[in-house]
């Protein structure tokens, strides 16, 4: 009995090593003898479609001014073409029927050699057909050559936006997710987990009832909306790119935002891009440098020092100083843009006539503390946009001992910002002194079918409405008396705005005399604006002063948006006859 | 009083003949389920990229309008503009 059972033991002890055997055979034969086949394989696996399913990710929307929504990114749909090298008979007749439908393919080498990789089962040779191509083709029934339902990323705008949307590509894995803009900062939204289609419902019923009842997923994913007005972004976008090609500047950009609220209504940068052609696109586009990049922005940061020494009660708008012309601070010299003396003038004067020796002499009565915590509050933090990769401003001059740092920080040189930043600590003079939250999205359509709206409304008070008040004033009188010598005047609408042109820094230090960054902000109806508008353009050729390339595109946009929007007028005689 | 009998070999078989009908119809209709799914959701993927050409086609008529020069296309500056109060149509206020 005992030796019967010991045998039964040995029997069963050489089943198991003869398993184990099998096994460390079997992984010898995985990992060792093939496993460069297998890395290769998963190499490739990237420009194979998954096995998971058809491509699916929720869509972002343009918002018209009545509310409309506008495809930005969605789905299109379509066939992609591929071959089967070993069942493929005649390489030559699948190519000419390939090629007759489809606008991109391999070249007539590549198919050719692809063909002739008798190994491989699956090579994708043709991407993107139309419906009807792709069933044309299916219809051939070409031994070898498959057509497989695909979906991919389109944007009905093409470049429309482009920064601002952000681009889907392959990123550290193999799955396709948003590397730039709103696809980036609302992937998690905007991503499927899985296909859902092919799930069992029974089989889901009865292993996760909860998941019925309360989906997660419905909950997360869905559609975005944003507050960006298409009509609006196709103006912008049409006139930055005239003013950066007819001064041949560097780059361009702008940005109208409800100065209330903090809803873009239109951002651009210029150069862009087009979305549905990413082959040759520069890298170096592909971020959005209205909150990545920073600048010295010039004159147009004079209301800011103005509205903060207003604030703290250092001045009042009747106070005069004695203007003359040039000063010397720390063995610096700072002078007006014409040099010129202006004598005794009271503090509206250094708006109207962008006086840089009147914006150090205000910067002087708020003294290096005040100063430093006005500009923290409005520079200090990022905004918070909902966009990737913000940029932080340059402040470290405000850190110095210095007066001239502080002279010079007043009119805009030495210190840097983003645009985005800019145009929230404008918006603080425009709305009655409150820093707003700029954003790009208003909402969030769940899969669950509730359109979830998004809280945009942290605020900070900066300045009192008061201080905020008395400057929007001045740059009222700006446009009013001093823009286009008077000329630029809307009578049944005011418009406050200020230019800035700063000189360009030199990359070893110092500033070039000739090279320069021009800028233009300006809000309207002036006391209950409903857009302020951020205009830049950097080194811009044979001209010098921002009053000359942006006042054009700035009135061109103030009048557009007054007739899109049907903004009622706020003031003065209601027939006026242009010049 | 009667003796009933029962069967039990005949209910067992009964019974799992019952279960595989069944079972063979929930599989019938899990498949045609997944089917008549993938076949709508296809259908939907369809209609919204027909409405993403048309969005094309607007977006692009936009973009042609904002480009037109109108003075080059022979019409002239208006010699007088008269601003009205109007009830505002935006979504934004």
């Known amino acids: ?579 | 009083m009667r003796n009933f009998h029962l069967p039990l070999l005949s209910i067992c078989a009964g019974t799992v003949g019952v279960l595989l009908v069944v079972y063979i119809g929930l599989i019938a209709v899990v498949m045609s389920y997944a089917a008549l799914t993938v076949e709508f959701s296809q259908s939907v993927k369809n209609d919204e990229a027909a409405v993403a050409v048309l969005e094309t086609q607007y977006l692009a008529s936009v973009e042609s309008i904002t480009n037109t020069n109108y003075l080059a296309e022979g019409y002239a500056i208006p010699i007088a503009q008269i601003f009205v109060p109007a009830r505002s149509v935006t979504a934004l206020r």
């Open chain 1, 1 to 579: 009995m005992r030796a019967q059972f010991r045998s039964r033991i040995r029997l069963v002890l050489t089943f198991i090593a003869f398993g184990a055997l099998l096994i460390l055979l079997r992984l010898y034969f995985l990992q060792i003898v093939h496993g460069a086949d297998y890395a290769q394989k998963e190499a490739d696996q990237q420009f194979a479609s998954g096995g998971s399913g058809l491509f699916d990710r929720g869509s972002i929307y343009f918002t018209r001014k009545d509310g409309t929504l506008i495809s930005a990114a969605t789905l299109a749909t379509g066939f992609l073409v591929a071959i089967n090298p070993q069942t493929m008979t005649d390489p030559e007749a699948a190519y000419a029927a390939i090629t007759a439908v489809a606008s991109s393919t391999l070249s007539h080498d590549a198919f050719i050699a692809a063909a002739a990789k008798k190994s491989q089962v699956y090579i994708e040779v043709a991407h993107h057909l139309s419906d009807a191509d792709g069933q044309r083709l299916a219809a051939l029934g070409i031994p070898g050559v498959q057509v497989l339902r695909e979906n991919w990323r389109y944007y009905p705008g093409g470049s429309l936006a482009a920064q601002t949307i952000g681009i889907v590509s392959y990123g550290q894995g193999n799955t396709l997710s948003g590397q730039t803009g709103l696809e980036a900062f609302y992937n998690d939204t905007l991503s499927r987990s899985d296909n859902s289609l092919y799930t069992n419902f029974f089989a889901e019923l009865f292993s996760n009832v909860g998941n019925l009842l309360v989906n997660a997923r419905d909950a997360r994913e869905g559609d975005i909306v944003t507050t960006i007005e298409p009509e609006v972004q196709t103006r912008l976008e049409d006139d930055i790119a005239k003013v950066n090609q007819q001064y041949s500047s560097d780059d361009s950009g702008g940005i109208i935002m409800d100065p209330t609220t903090g809803a873009i209504i239109a951002l651009t940068a210029y150069p862009t891009y087009d979305e549905n052609a990413l082959q040759n696109v520069d890298p170096t586009l592909l971020g959005n440098p209205l909150v990545e990049h920073v600048h010295e922005f010039g004159s147009i940061m004079k209301p800011l020092t103005m509205t903060s020494a207003l604030d703290a009660g250092v001045i009042t708008p009747q106070t005069t100083y004695d203007d003359t012309g040039c000063i010397t601070v720390n063995m610096s010299k700072i002078c007006n843009w014409d040099f010129k003396a202006r004598g005794v003038i009271p503090m509206e004067q250094i708006i109207l006539q962008s006086l840089n020796v009147g914006a150090s002499w205000v910067a002087t009565q708020l003294g290096q503390d005040k100063f430093r915590a006005y500009f923290t509050e409005l520079f200090g933090q990022k905004t918070g946009i909902d966009l990737p990769n913000e940029g932080h401003a340059l402040l470290s001059n405000l850190s110095a001992p210095e007066q001239v740092d502080y002279d010079t920080a007043a009119f805009g040189q030495g210190i840097a910002i983003t645009p985005i930043q800019m145009i929230r600590a404008l918006a603080a003079v425009a709305n009655g002194g409150i820093l707003v939250q700029p954003h790009l999205v208003s909402a969030i359509r769940l899969d669950s079918g509730i359109t979830r709206t998004l809280d945009w409304n942290q605020t900070t008070r900066v300045f009192s409405a008061t201080a905020a008040h008395e400057t929007t004033k001045m740059m009222t009188d700006m446009v009013d008396t001093v823009l286009e010598n008077g000329r630029a005047i809307i009578p049944t609408m005011s418009v406050a705005a200020k230019t800035g042109t700063a000189q360009l820094t030199k990359p070893g230090g110092g500033y070039y005399t000739n090279r320069f960054f021009h800028s233009f902000v300006g809000f309207f109806p002036s006391y209950n604006p409903r857009f302020i508008i951020l205009l830049y353009t950097d080194n811009p050729k044979h001209v010098e002063y921002a009053s000359e390339t942006l006042d054009t595109t700035f009135l061109d946009l103030v009048h557009f948006l007054i007739n899109y929007y049907h903004v009622p007028p706020d003031r003065g005689v209601a027939t006026t006859t242009p010049s």
